[in-house]
């Protein structure tokens, strides 16, 4: 396999962010696929130069400065799960400093600039494979949301299908960050104390029971919404990322949609390589984006304008064939409660896609519902499969 690098100017892989909760499962998974055995790995810290890097490191054993463009520049590949403020900070001194390597990024920043594809090989290859021979230089993953759905559907969108598509998703906490996920488990906590006592009392009355848990989350501290701004334990929140406004014209941003809703349509039409902005080329994607109390699996209802009417069995059998992690789960009670849900998923690559069903209002419209690990299909794994391609051309 060593031979397999050469193409690349060296090996030498820059690697930002790796002890940030997307890092974190970056690196467990490069370990599981043996990706250290092909590079050289430097390993950078915005908050700790010059301590000791981890047991991934070979020649390299300290962290380097993250904000130092000469020693970034000597890498030919780096690879960051830092996050946008970094992206946005070094990203223009690295390439205006005259770097020519590879930028593979988990952060939103760049991802919609021209010169940036949107990484997810298993359903745009060929894309890749065409900007890689043009030179490309800037790798961004995908929102999470729109990667994991594309991973469980994109059979339908290869063959031509969709003439249209909306989602209304079940976003977990982890796709805020840890401190998200921290927030709602401690809010659990608080609701499940503030019952205790009339949770071990089996004749206690439910409605008091749900009396006080209304209290409690109307009453939270501030201290206990500092991430999500309002409850999110026992109840939802119908609106993720920023408030785009509306638009005046289909054609902008806004029409009244959140960033996430509308990174749904733009990246969807990017990753598949035909277009990113609002217009008559595009396939147009929309739908609600929600946040609910799961921890680190997205889930999204999608409902499917087909082109055409297409038996059930042979869609089933197009999505169960396009990639080895899609799963068809079988649209039964049984099989639907137990293999489609967050609790089934996390923690593997696997992105089950079930409760496919012709809609009542014809045979041309498609239900279906996804689940899928959001720091694994959502973030890391497109990232270092790029990383992989990369030192394979
Ligand atoms: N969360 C998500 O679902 C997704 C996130 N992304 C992108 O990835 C970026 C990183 O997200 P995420 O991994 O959630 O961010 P984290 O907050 O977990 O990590 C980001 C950085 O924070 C620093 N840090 C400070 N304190 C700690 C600590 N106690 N433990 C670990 N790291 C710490 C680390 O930098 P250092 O070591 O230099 O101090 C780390 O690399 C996001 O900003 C986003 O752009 C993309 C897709 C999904
Ligand atoms: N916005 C997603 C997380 C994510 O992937 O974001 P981004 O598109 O900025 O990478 C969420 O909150 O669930």
Redesign the pocket.
Known sequence: MKGDIMKLKGNLTGL????????SVLIDRMQAEGDFDLIEPVF?????AGGKAPAQAKNETTLKD?FDIEALKKCDVILT????DYTSEVYPKLRAAGWTGHWID???TLRMNDDAIIVLDPVNLPVIQNALAKGGKNWI?G??TVSCMLMGVGALYKAGLVEWMTSMTYQAA??????HMRELLTQYGTLNAEVRALLDDPKSAILEIDRRVLAKQQSLSAAEMTNFGVPLGGSLIPWIDKDLGIGKNRDEPGWGMSKEEWKGGAETNKILGQGASFGTAETPVDGFCVRIGAMRCHSQALTFKLKKDVPLADIEAMIAADNEWVKVVPNTREASITDLTPVAVTGTMNIPVGRLRKLAMGGDYLGAFTVGD??LW??AEPLRRMLRILLQA
């Open positions: 930002v962010g790796w002890r940030g909760m997307v890092g950078f810290s915005t908050s700790n993250a799960a830092q996050g946008g988990a952060a939103s993953g929102n999470c982890s796709g805020g960050g840890a401190q959001q720091l959502g973030a």
